[in-house]
């Protein structure tokens, strides 16, 4: 596993702080272990969009 070292100021520790009691976290790593999961999923599926616009904008045009 690779290793990350974030400076964090007292307002991004509040925050983190708040996220954890929300979601139910007892580390920042756990927390930190599932925002990194739901920005790869958001992301997989965003560039996921972008190729389906894309093929379909090719079949479109070869359409033609």
Same mark, same amino acid.
């Given at each position: 596993?690779?290793? #990350?070292?974030? @400076?964090?100021?007292? =307002?991004?520790? &509040?925050?983190?702080? *708040? #996220?954890?009691? @929300?979601?139910?976290? =007892?580390?920042? &790593?756990?927390?930190? *272990?599932?925002?990194?999961?739901?920005?790869?999923?958001?992301?997989?599926?965003?560039?996921?969009?972008?190729?389906?616009?894309?093929?379909?904008?090719?079949?479109?045009?070869?359409?033609?």
């Amino acid at each position: 596993m690779s290793e #990350l070292r974030i @400076k964090l100021s007292s =307002k991004d520790v &509040e925050n983190i702080n *708040k #996220l954890m009691e @929300k979601y139910g976290f =007892k580390t920042k &790593e756990d927390l930190f *272990k599932f925002l990194v999961t739901i920005f790869a999923q958001h992301y997989v599926e965003f560039l996921w969009g972008v190729n389906e616009t894309e093929k379909n904008a090719k079949d479109e045009f070869y359409k033609r």
